[in-house]
């Protein structure tokens, strides 16, 4: 593959149809005979459902009741631990029961009509006070084992809100702290963001003569659904249907199971396609970011060399599970950060709480420990009166070195990516007012990809689950199908994952796809070539997983290197902090898509850039108290720092590397460490007005 | 009942109920470009133009339209120099908030015809784009206007 020519900048097939407003997403789908469904919530964070009366219920209304569902399966990704209907339910939104109507004004007011009564539980809303002793439990028993969605060992503590435990052993973490001649300890929150991709959560299901359940949704993990949801059914998995139109937007909301088994169990009581499209308010309780605290103790020697390293987390996956387990795995390695530290110990937990779920979000755990473990860095460098670069440069792990995982690490570019973003600011001439960030996020592992290729007349179709939200992934494989194929890139056609039609993928998630996708494209076109030219079929599956009990095994085959830089200023007395300058630098092999890379790299810098300074889930009592668009802010173009800039590392024969989440984790920490060089130490995200004057005073 | 309208150039009867916002007439009239995103007039996903101004859709009373010219970007030109821009300067990556960010830069560059980056952002302050395009966007805008 060391003569294709990749890096062109080229026009999306569909560019012109999205920018006229012709993009099809899933909510503008329409079946004959749909009807539409509202959701009846619970008011109560914890409470049992002791009567759902339907008895005023509008004649042409079909209501899904919790006698509906009582024999089907439990559904969540990697413990299932969630019921189509929830009883009891477990936090403010969750869905006790459904209604579908032949209009949405008529589904609302049908909803409205359901009576239902509960007895309130006690509940908690912290993931500290969850793990306290007598701390009300959120499942009254730990759910089971996923099976094979799972990639990593869950391991639940029965009789606890832990849904998941990872540690992490390497060396001896306490005899590594007596060996330190200085030692720093901090602890460190983040808030709960939401994803809030501008196209809500949508599903449109429907149930075919023959007893097949078919879907159309908005889905990062079209075969995962249908997993997911043949265990809910009893079905065997090729009776369900998932087809996953184009997203306006994920970041990793449109994953596993959201809407889909309510919506399939109305559809099949309804006897007609049912059609769900989420309000805005219910997006702040369908799926969220892990709030987390992190506590980080490190310890170095006079000269800067880093001895020994301990990061605890507690992430908060709300009420059900969903891939919290994973989010606090990866949390737990990646705060150990792109280091050689000799001794390490980590111990994160994944809590059940009375709020809404948490999940995949771009930057998947990462973000959380990132924030905390490099603050921490600069908090060493300054006891250490090192520079807060040199500091990271004299312990960045290279080319063949271990990490705390035990694995070799290769293909190596820490030192590039934060000389790089310290240079862009200017940081060895004057670091004051600026900070760097450097990091390592590891790519799904295991996990499996495949893929075919067939001729057609205009050229070829290439076929795959890997699904398109905006991340630029049918450009990636239709630039990269045109070089291995010799043809033009709008030749080749790249039609919606289908599970009936498309070759299995684990999920389009961890900034995989280009790279695990692009290898299986070449492996399906040297099968085409090899055998008549018509069609060709690749798989590449990557082998790996850590132990959950030691942290010892193979995180990642694929790491996402990146680093980011911040000048910023503050007015003291307001606490108001400006970002003058915000650059990323973020490790690409060989780019595929010039203009998607570059897009990826300013989104997650922008959306960096929120959970920097303002994104914050709040909540009382359980209620999410700024559930909305104006309560809870965006950044818009205004908010862009006064220069935003990033670049894409590329190495002469290198692989396309991931890199749609990279340059988000450290794009807070850069901030906070360039807040930090001014005297102003903040723990807590987002760095608010308040916050940051709390700590100048 | 009915509301009578100009709705891209063309007159134009649609069915309504009096309590009801355009955003969810016009969706059924068949124009899915006006996407219902937050409800209540803050992101600008469902911008149209009401006697060329921008206004949220999920805000305006189907009522108010009544005898007025709406344009929703379906009915711009295939070649108007603002989809063209966006297209070439690479302005969105999911594509969703683009219609109201053309639509609102319209109006925009109809008022201020060589705005400066400041003016733009904000111009288009009250359209969202959590893709976080803003970078292209600003540059798509200036490309419209030069």
Not at chain 1, 10 to 39: K, N
Not at chain 1, 82 to 100: K, M, T, Y
Not at chain 1, 162 to 183: N, P, Q, S
């Amino acid at each position: 593959m060391q003569d294709i020519k990749y890096g062109r900048v080229v026009h999306r097939r569909e560019d012109f149809r999205l920018t006229q407003g012709r993009g099809l997403y899933a909510g503008d789908i329409a079946l004959d005979g749909m009807t539409h469904a509202v959701f009846v919530r619970s008011p109560h964070a914890h409470a049992r459902v002791l009567s759902v009366d339907a008895s005023a219920l509008p004649a042409a209304a079909v209501a899904l009741l919790p006698e509906d569902v009582a024999g089907l399966g439990r559904y969540g990704c990697q413990l299932k631990d969630q019921d189509v209907l929830a009883n009891p339910a477990r936090f403010v939104g969750d869905v006790v029961a459904a209604v579908s109507a032949p209009t949405p004004a008529a589904a609302r007011a049908a909803a409205a009509s359901l009576n239902v009564s509960y007895a309130e539980l006690p509940a908690v809303f912290d993931p500290l006070a969850a793990v306290a002793d007598g701390a009300p439990l959120v499942h009254a028993e730990s759910g089971s084992s996923a099976g094979d969605a799972v990639s990593i060992g869950v391991r639940p503590l029965a009789g606890t809100n832990v849904c998941h435990r990872f540690r992490l052993v390497h060396g001896d973490a306490e005899r590594g702290f007596e060996d330190a001649d200085v030692t720093v300890e901090e602890t460190f929150r983040t808030a709960g963001a939401q994803h809030a991709p501008m196209e809500p959560h949508a599903t449109l299901a429907s149930w075919t003569d023959g007893g097949r359940l078919e879907l159309t949704t908005g889905t990062q993990t079209p075969f995962n659904l249908r997993d997911d949801l043949a265990g809910v059914f009893g079905l065997e998995p090729d009776r369900i249907r998932v087809v996953a139109p184009l997203m306006g937007g994920s970041f990793g909301a449109k994953t596993f199971t959201r809407l889909e088994a309510v919506v399939a169990c109305l559809a099949r009581k309804a006897g007609r396609p049912v059609k769900a499209v989420l309000e805005r308010s219910e997006e702040f309780v369908t799926l969220g970011r892990h709030p987390a605290v992190v506590r980080v103790k490190l310890g170095a020697a006079k000269d800067g060399t880093l001895v020994a390293k301990r990061v605890d987390c507690w992430a908060d996956t709300g009420a059900y599970a969903d891939c919290g387990p994973g989010v606090t795995t990866k949390m737990g390695y990646a705060g150990i950060g792109p280091y050689r530290i000799p001794h390490v110990r980590v111990d994160a937990l994944a809590v059940y709480t009375n709020l809404p779920p948490n999940g995949a979000f771009r930057g998947y755990g990462a973000t959380q420990s990132v924030w905390a473990s490099e603050r921490a860095m600069d908090m060493l460098a300054e006891r250490l009166d090192i520079s807060p670069l040199e500091l990271r440069l004299r312990n960045l792990l290279r080319d063949g070195d271990r990490f705390a995982t035990g694995e070799t690490m290769r293909d190596v570019h820490f030192d590039e990516c934060l000389r790089a973003a310290a240079d862009a600011v200017g940081y060895e001439q004057d670091p004051r007012g600026k900070g760097l960030c450097v990091l390592l996020k590891g790519m799904q592992t295991p996990s499996r990809a495949a893929i075919a290729v067939e001729r057609t007349p205009v050229g070829y179709t290439i076929r795959s689950a890997s699904c398109e939200m905006g991340q630029g992934v049918r450009d990636s494989l239709r630039l990269q199908g045109a070089a291995l194929l010799g043809c033009e890139p709008g030749q080749i056609e790249v039609p919606d994952p289908d599970t009936d039609s498309s070759p299995f993928d684990t999920r389009t998630t961890s900034s995989r796809s280009t790279y695990m996708m692009g290898r299986a494209l070449g492996e399906a076109v040297a099968d085409l070539s090899a055998n008549g030219g018509e069609r060709g079929y690749g798989e590449i599956a990557n082998e790996g997983g850590l132990d959950p009990d030691t942290g010892q095994g193979v995180a990642s085959t694929h790491w996402h290197q990146g680093a980011a830089a911040a000048a910023v200023s503050v007015d003291e007395e307001t606490g108001e902090l400006t970002v003058e300058r915000l650059h990323a630098a973020v490790y690409a092999g060989r780019v595929v898509d010039r203009a998607g890379a570059e897009l990826q790299n300013e989104g997650s810098m922008i959306m960096g850039l929120g959970t920097a300074l303002f994104e914050s889930v709040e909540h009382a009592e359980g209620q999410i108290t700024n559930a909305n668009l104006s309560d809870y802010c965006l950044p818009a173009l205004g908010d862009l720092p006064g220069a935003l800039t990033h670049e894409l590392i590329e190495r002469e024969g290198a692989e396309p590397h991931g890199l749609g989440e990279t340059a988000l984790p450290p794009v807070p920490a850069a901030i906070g460490n360039a807040l930090g060089s001014l005297g102003v130490h903040v723990t807590d995200l987002p760095m608010t007005p308040e916050r940051v004057a709390e700590a100048a005073a | 009942m009915m509301l009578d309208l100009t709705l891209n150039a063309r007159p134009t009867a649609l069915e309504c109920e009096p309590d009801e916002m355009i955003i969810h007439v016009l969706r059924r009239a068949g124009l899915s470009s006006v996407r219902e995103t937050c409800g209540i007039g803050v992101c600008g996903a469902c911008t149209v133009l009401l006697d060329g101004e921008p206004v949220s859709g999920c805000l305006l009373l189907a009522g108010q339209a009544v005898g007025r010219e709406l344009t929703t970007v379906e009915g711009l030109p295939a070649e108007h120099p603002l989809p063209m821009a966006f297209d070439a300067e690479h302005a969105f990556q999911c594509g969703w908030c683009t219609p109201g960010m053309v639509l609102t830069a319209k109006r925009l560059l109809e008022e201020n015809p060589d705005p400066s980056d400041e003016e733009i952002a904000a111009g288009l302050g009250g359209n969202l784009c959590r893709c976080g395009c803003y970078v292209r966007i600003r540059a798509a805008v200036r490309r419209a206007a030069a």
